[in-house]
């Protein structure tokens, strides 16, 4: 089947009898282009092949099924109705207004992490720099997790773990009764009592003291705490989110953080990509904060969002929604926002000045001179890499790429038949 018919954002099964490059090379081309999900069904040699599992994996399967024997379709259908089922939760609107972004490692992120809270009841570990959105996921998390369909006034309780003093730890996870300590003037729950049938979500928890880490791991691993200045012990039943930004198990090997603690909390790890490895979804994120700002329809011109593609952003998310906001604040009127909104403290110095794409492609050409690259070489790789763009940002439809670079699809449809470009 040519890969340009299969449906894009659908899921799809593919069957084979071997492990071929010209499968490996089919499945690279669908799931480069697509959305959807492949499941191959391996029959004869492939089955077989332990390898080759694997290399159908990586080259973009999402699953591989032994075909034993023709009773197999409720396997095949439990997997395409999970798979479904995501897709269903990741496009809802709880989801969508507070996960925004379309590219490729961002979907990813979130169907896993739609898998994990709706179907699981693991704990999940966020892991990524200052500013990508844990917070926002370990919500999402809340929000799916099937303990909280019907209880919706269940809250998430966050443990800011970076202000926990040592002193008041005690108070601050399991509560006190009154008279405690001087000051306990009366009884108080702590952050575990609170997230008894919710969620509790430990914020930045690499910086938790190893002092510390003992008393959570026995209550999170017991799902048992005693309030401060009580002799009984309570039960309580939540889901555990926790996130850091710091590598946990880089801080175990140096003995900082309880190993057996991190393999308690990491039943789902999930990396938060940062901003500058999606950066596809700067416009989109943009808009969707200018829009929230200004509470109705707004857009940039197209220099302010070409200075907003190309900006570095430190702080990820969080950064890019400060600037927005920054200028928000200044623009008037119902046009759309302008360069001369933007504060004179964010504006670009004369070596940062975004270029247009001919500049650009110059810079490419020159570098690639220098490396002694022929003109043949420069043409063949320009043409295939305008390819390969044109065809991912209109979904894989070959139809449409052509169009949008000035070619028939059938020359495009050519040129992939003889392995000029992989998708």
Not at 43 to 70: E, F, H, I, K, Y
Not at 251 to 261: G, N, V
Not at 303 to 324: F, I, K, T
Request: aromatic content about 6%; proline content about 4%; overall charge neutral.
């Amino acid at each position: 089947m040519p890969a340009e018919n299969a449906i894009a954002n659908r899921h799809g099964i593919f069957a084979i009898d071997q492990v071929s490059d010209s499968a490996l090379q089919f499945l690279q081309s669908i799931s480069s282009t697509s959305s959807g999900r492949i499941l191959v069904l391996a029959a004869g040699q492939s089955a077989q092949d332990r390898s080759g599992c694997w290399r159908l994996l990586q080259a973009g399967a999402s699953d591989v099924l032994l075909w034993t024997d023709s009773k197999m379709g409720r396997q095949i259908k439990a997997r395409l109705d999970r798979w479904r089922a995501i897709d269903e939760l990741t496009e809802s609107p709880g989801v969508c207004e507070l996960l925004v972004g379309q590219s490729p490692v961002w979907r990813g992120l979130i169907r896993r992490v739609v898998e994990a809270a709706r179907f699981t009841r693991a704990p999940v570990l966020l892991i990524g720099e200052s500013g990508t959105g844990k917070e926002l996921i370990a919500r999402v998390v809340h929000q799916l997790d099937a303990r909280n369909i019907n209880h919706r006034s269940n809250e998430i309780v966050t443990v800011d773990c970076t202000t926990i003093v040592p002193e008041l730890s005690g108070s601050e996870l399991f509560g006190h009764e009154r008279g405690a300590f001087t000051g306990a003037t009366q009884a108080r729950d702590g952050a575990f009592a609170l997230a008894n049938g919710g969620t509790l979500f430990l914020d930045e928890i690499g910086e938790l003291p190893l002092s510390l880490q003992a008393q959570l791991l026995r209550a999170v691993q017991e799902k048992t705490f005693k309030r401060v200045g009580s002799n009984f012990w309570q039960m309580t039943d939540f889901r555990l989110v926790s996130a850091t930004n710091r590598d946990l198990t880089d801080l175990a090997a140096r003995r900082e953080f309880r190993l057996d603690l991190y393999y308690r909390i990491a039943g789902v790890v999930c990396r938060v990509p940062p901003l500058r490895e999606r950066s596809e979804d700067i416009p989109v994120l943009a808009r969707h904060f200018l829009q929230s700002i200004v509470h109705g329809p707004a857009e940039f011109d197209t220099h302010v969002e070409e200075y907003l593609s190309h900006r570095a952003y430190p702080g990820n998310v969080r950064d890019l929604r400060q600037l927005v906001e920054r200028i928000a604040h200044r623009h008037v009127g119902t046009g759309a926002v302008t360069i001369g909104d933007i504060p004179e403290e964010d504006r670009p110095g004369g070596d940062e000045l975004p270029q247009g794409w001919p500049e650009k492609l110059e810079k490419a050409i020159t570098f690639a001179i220098s490396r002694h690259a022929g003109l043949k070489e420069i043409n063949q790789l320009a043409a295939e890499t305008a390819i390969r763009a044109a065809v991912a940002a209109e979904g894989g439809n070959l139809q449409r790429a052509a169009k949008r670079l000035g070619v028939t699809d059938r020359a495009l449809q050519m040129r992939r038949a003889s392995g000029a470009f992989h998708t």
